[in-house]
């Protein structure tokens, strides 16, 4: 699997950005891709998790209210939509995928997954 983010940049507080995920094609057989963010000097903290199979997704409380995950499979792309953005947001965004489930511990815990992006960076800032 390989996954490669985009999307990332400079906002204002208040703004939206969208940020995509390509994924390679066996990404979307994995149980699970997410959204995981890790501000500077700080830990990576899950967002939001989306099912290829069935296409449900999950929600962090996080930025929940403030952002939708989707899935195009016909482009291998996995998007995140944030809206409202707040200084806070300031974070290294990745992309991973769940491909083992021997692992797996549920859509938000971290160790769930054995794929990752090298991350997009986005800063909140005016």
């Known amino acids: 699997v390989q996954l490669g983010e985009s999307g990332g940049g400079v906002v204002q507080p208040g703004g939206s950005l969208r940020l995509s995920c390509a994924a390679s094609?066996?990404?979307?057989?994995?149980?699970?891709l997410a959204w995981v963010r890790q501000p500077l000097g700080k830990s990576r903290e899950g967002i939001s998790a989306?099912?290829?199979?069935?296409?449900?997704?999950y929600l962090g409380d996080l930025m929940k209210g403030r952002i939708s995950i989707s899935l195009d499979k016909a482009k291998n792309m996995m998007y995140l939509q944030m809206n409202d953005l707040k200084p806070e947001d300031t974070a290294m965004y990745y992309c991973a995928s769940a491909g083992r489930t021997d692992i797996w511990a549920g859509p938000l815990k971290l160790g769930s997954y054995n794929s990752w992006g090298r991350g997009t960076r986005v800063t909140v800032s005016s």
């Open positions: 094609g066996d990404a979307f057989s994995s149980i699970a």
């Open positions: 989306i099912y290829p199979p069935v296409t449900s997704s």
